[in-house]
């Protein structure tokens, strides 16, 4: 079965500082997908990034990037240069790409970027 | 990316009613899948509603609680079926698009039952 461990409950960053969420998962799956999602207080889901499992290179999205190591099976996410809007919690999620398709989540982790 | 409307965004309902929740799509979609997020916790999938056939639950998620209908392949509604204050939670509706699965989440119904 897949999991999605965060291990960080929350996360303090100051404004224009960059920020590491940590993500690790277990699966027996060779093809899956890694998702990060943000939501803030008002309880939408916000996309932001995703690495495939068989992708080479790190995954970016603007000021987003994802630390990929798949042979310690993390999937860090790396916000630079970090916003007063970045302030929110933050979901892991992964997918497996063959049969059907779940999304599973992690438990999130809080960030609060402060000026 | 794709467009998905949930109403209603909030209510406040009394123990032992029910209240259906709509999902809206821009466009034509295979699957539409429901979660809930109970308060301070993650995402957790109830169903995948299949448009004609009957929904897939998840363990720990039976019909009689959270029937759901998927008329077409753009529309969909979750039934929280006889509240308890324990449903307080948000419902997120979400579709898959794309080659990578991506899921794309309506803005949620957050639901309060007193």
């Known amino acids: 079965a897949q999991k999605i461990t965060q291990t960080q409950p929350g996360m303090f960053v100051q404004e224009k500082e960059a920020v590491t969420l940590d993500c690790t998962y277990d699966?027996?799956?060779?093809?899956?997908?890694l998702f990060w999602y943000k939501q803030p207080s008002s309880g939408e889901m916000i996309f932001l990034i995703y690495q495939g499992s068989y992708d080479q290179q790190n995954a970016t999205e603007g000021r987003y990037s994802l630390n990929f190591q798949k042979a310690r099976k993390s999937a860090n996410l790396v916000i630079s240069a970090s916003q007063l809007g970045d302030s929110a919690m933050y979901f892991c999620?992964?997918?497996?790409?063959?049969?059907?398709?779940?999304?599973?989540f992690g438990t999130g982790t809080r960030l609060l970027v402060s000026p | 990316s794709a467009v998905i409307s949930q109403k209603p965004s909030r209510d406040i309902c009394q123990r032992g009613t029910s209240l259906t929740i709509q999902c809206q799509v821009d466009s034509q979609v295979t699957m539409m899948f429901w979660y809930r997020q109970q308060p301070g916790q993650s995402l957790t999938l109830i169903a995948t509603?299949?448009?004609?056939?009957?929904?897939?639950?998840e363990s720990g998620f039976v019909i009689d609680k959270f029937p759901i209908s998927r008329p077409n392949l753009t529309f969909s509604t979750l039934t929280v079926s006889n509240m308890s204050p324990e449903d307080s939670s948000i419902y997120l509706c979400?579709?898959?698009?794309?080659?990578?699965?991506?899921?794309?989440f309506g803005e949620g119904s957050r639901l309060t039952v007193l």
């Open positions: 979400s579709v898959a698009r794309g080659q990578t699965g991506e899921l794309f």
């Open positions: 509603a299949n448009q004609g056939s009957e929904a897939t639950y």
């Open positions: 999620a992964m997918i497996k790409n063959t049969g059907f398709q779940k999304l599973v």
């Open positions: 699966t027996s799956d060779p093809s899956y997908g």
